[in-house]
């Protein structure tokens, strides 16, 4: 008997989570003649015995720096999740590392930023002592000083807007 149709049902669900260790040896040799010994490279990026990869410090940044959970969280949720302990050292050098490598992009959106003509900034408001506050909004002429700075109240917002000209 054929079936006359086809029902389908879906489930969506992680991957057990689990790190994963690769281990690099190299070889050790002896010169049979003179006796000095040698030894094989290691990838250039391993440099410890024991370290960390760059997705895992790639997720601590992104849980630190983006998610904003505290150090001592962030490591703990690593716990939680990998069953493997990680120091908060190991998250602050992973932000240091981050800060580092990402310094000479940041140098060039300033430098594209301070080169163009407008910049638009505008950031949305969180609810403070029954107002909604807004904050930053402001367009920017060649990053002039801010001379005159607006305010305004209605309906329960308060804007602030903050004009640039050089």
């Known amino acids: 008997m054929e079936a006359e ?3 389908r049902r879906q489930v969506f669900e992680l991957p057990p989570l689990q790190l994963v260790v690769t281990e690099h040896q190299a070889e050790i040799k002896a010169c049979p ?3 000095e010994r040698t030894r094989g490279p290691f990838p250039a990026e391993i ?3 024991v370290q ?8 601590l940044v992104y849980l630190n720096q983006y998610q904003l959970i505290p ?3 962030a490591t703990e949720l690593m716990t939680d999740l990998f069953s493997h302990p990680l120091s908060e050292g190991t998250l602050v050098r992973s932000n240091r590392e ?3 490598k990402l310094a000479e992009a940041e140098e060039a959106i ?3 930023l301070q080169d163009s003509e407008v910049v638009h900034c505008d950031e949305t408001g969180a609810r403070v002592a029954a107002l909604q506050e807004r ?4 367009a920017r002429y060649r990053w002039g000083i801010e001379i005159s700075l607006q305010v305004e109240k209605r309906q329960g917002y308060h804007y602030e807007h903050a004009f640039s000209y050089s």
């Open 52 to 59: 960390y990869g760059p997705q895992v410090k790639a997720t």
């Open 135 to 138: 904050c930053n909004l402001g």
């Open 98 to 100: 981050c800060f580092t």
């Open 5 to 7: 149709a086809l029902e």
């Open 33 to 35: 003649a003179c006796g």
């Open 47 to 49: 440099t410890q015995p």
């Open 110 to 112: 300033k430098q594209g």
């Open 71 to 73: 150090l001592a969280r």
